[in-house]
Structures are given as C-alpha cells and as structure tokens.
C-alpha cells in the first residue's frame, strides 16, 4: 500500500521568499516520487520527480526536493517565489513494481499563494 | 512535443445517460491511465490499462465504468448510467513503457452531471 500526506493545505509566501511545501509517503516498496503544478482550470504538469538516482532533484521552474528516506519526506523548495508560482502543487508516489502496477497516488495538495 | 490530448474539455449531461470521454495518449505509450479530480478535492486514480487489458482498478471504478482502445490510439472511458456525483474532471494519463515512469496528463475533461 502506498500514499501520501501534504502538509498544509495553503501556505502563502511573500514574492521572493523561499517556498517550502512538505510531502511525506509511505511506500512498502522503493518509492518513485513525483510533484504535479496545477494551474488553475488546466491539466498536471510535472515539475520533478525522484527515481532512485540523486537524492536531491531539480526541477522547471527552480523548484527542487530531496528524498529523505530515513524520513520518508519528499519536501519541494524554491529559494526566492515568484507570483507566476501561484498554482496548486501535488505531491504523488508511484511504486516501482512490474507492468501494470504504476498507478499514482496523490497527496491532497497544496494550495501555493504568493503576496506581492 | 507529443501531448495527451482529450475530448470534449467539458461536457454537461442528464444523469442517468451514458457518456465517454475520450483521450488520445502520446503514440508510442503503451499503458493508459484514468484519474479523476473532484472539486476541490484529490486527484483519484481510477483505472490503468495495459496490452488491452485493465491491469489495475480502485473502488471508485465500479460496473458503471469501462474503458476500452478501440484503435491505435483512442482510448475511451465510458460510465454507463451518470450520478450527480461523477460530476469531476477527469484526466487521462499515458507512461512509455516497461522502463517509464513519468505519467503524461492531459488537459482533462471536465464532466457535470445535472
């Protein structure tokens, strides 16, 4: 079994102050890990994802994560926000298994504010 | 660069009729995905689809939803008789192959049922 929690269901950031949004998972099975923007009225956009290579990731936009497995967090950062970050933003774990079980699931979202 | 297509982007219907939403995922994918989104809330997996065949379903995905790849390269989810809670956006999702990993979304269509 597998899912994942989103920590804070808003978070509002000044423009150019750094963004933190946490995700945590639990996985039985070496996690692939992924962060989805949702921009409003519009699809999911991959930002990054974790796939058992370098722990720290980097992303579009300037967003990276680190996987911390001894945590299991998979927490997204950007140094300095902009307003055009405004979106909400999931966190989703895809277990690495044979054909067919790749299924995502997702956290239940962050909603990203950015003040001007 | 290739992109998940789907159709209609919002479709509005009576419940009880039947509706199928239709995706065109990136050509060269080989497993298929359906997820749904809720206003306001999770996106909610449904479906995958593999060799055409359902390879994974949750519980949301119940006898009033089927999906099908009726060519090369539609791929249809039907619900059969709609309930005012199906009402959502639902995205369909395409993955390259035995070695991919990255979920390709489409825009998603947007279903109210009335």
């Known amino acids: 079994a597998q899912s994942v929690t989103q920590l804070g269901s808003h978070v509002s950031v000044s423009e150019g102050a750094l963004v933190l949004l946490r995700c945590n998972y639990s996985?039985?099975?070496?996690?692939?890990l992924f962060w989805y923007v949702q921009y409003p009225n519009q699809g999911l956009q991959l930002l990054l994802k974790?796939?058992?290579?370098?722990?720290l990731v980097k992303g579009i936009n300037g967003f990276e994560a680190e996987f911390k497995k001894s945590e299991t967090s998979f927490h997204l950062t950007k140094p300095s926000a902009h307003m055009s970050d405004a979106a909400e933003y999931f966190c989703?774990?895809?277990?690495?298994?044979?054909?067919?079980?790749?299924?995502?699931?997702f956290g239940s979202g962050t909603r990203l504010q950015v003040q001007p | 660069e290739p992109e998940v297509t789907q159709t209609p982007s919002h479709q509005v219907t009576q419940m009880g009729q039947e509706v199928i939403l239709r995706c065109v995922p990136i050509?060269?994918?080989?497993?298929f995905y359906w997820y749904r989104q809720i206003l306001g809330q999770k996106v909610e997996f449904l479906v995958s689809?593999?060799?055409?065949?359902?390879?994974?379903k949750s519980e949301i995905f119940d006898d009033q939803f089927s999906v099908e790849r009726p060519d090369g390269s539609n791929f249809t989810l039907k619900i059969r008789s709609t309930k005012l809670e199906d009402s959502a956006m639902y995205f369909c999702?395409?993955?390259?192959?035995?070695?991919?990993?990255?979920?390709?979304f489409g825009p998603g269509t947007r279903l109210t049922v009335l």
């Open positions: 989703a774990v895809s277990t690495r298994m044979d054909t067919g079980r790749r299924a995502l699931t």
């Open positions: 996985s039985s099975v070496p996690p692939y």
């Open positions: 974790y796939t058992s290579a370098a722990t």
């Open positions: 050509s060269n994918h080989l497993y």
């Open positions: 689809f593999y060799n055409n065949e359902i390879s994974e």
């Open positions: 999702a395409s993955v390259a192959g035995a070695g991919g990993n990255e979920q390709f």
